[in-house]
């Protein structure tokens, strides 16, 4: 049976609208939290820091954990 109503192309494009937010912020943060910037830094930075990207591995897509940890980034640069 095909539905009558019209898709609701708002809802469709703003999910693409978050995706691509999303995909930016991720880069953004992969760049910023890379373990190889903090080569040379102490062990626990290093540690740090992989943790972090490891975290940000795992919710590649999830704009609202990527805000979050866009927040632990900015904490961690700020202590370095």
Same mark, same amino acid.
């Given at each position: 049976m095909i539905k009558s109503e019209a898709p609701d192309f708002a809802h469709?494009?703003?999910n693409l609208s978050k995706r691509d937010k999303a995909a930016?912020?991720?880069k953004e943060l992969s760049v910023l939290l890379h373990p190889?910037?903090?080569i040379g830094s102490d062990e626990k930075t290093v &540690?740090? @820091?992989? @943790?972090?990207f490891k975290?940000?591995?795992?919710c590649r897509t999830d704009i609202n954990k990527l805000l979050t940890l !866009?927040? !632990?980034? &900015?904490?961690?640069?700020?202590?370095?």
């Open positions: 469709l494009f703003g930016v912020l991720y190889d910037r903090f &540690e740090q @820091a992989e @943790a972090l975290e940000l591995s795992n !866009k927040d !632990k980034a &900015e904490q961690f640069i700020s202590e370095q």
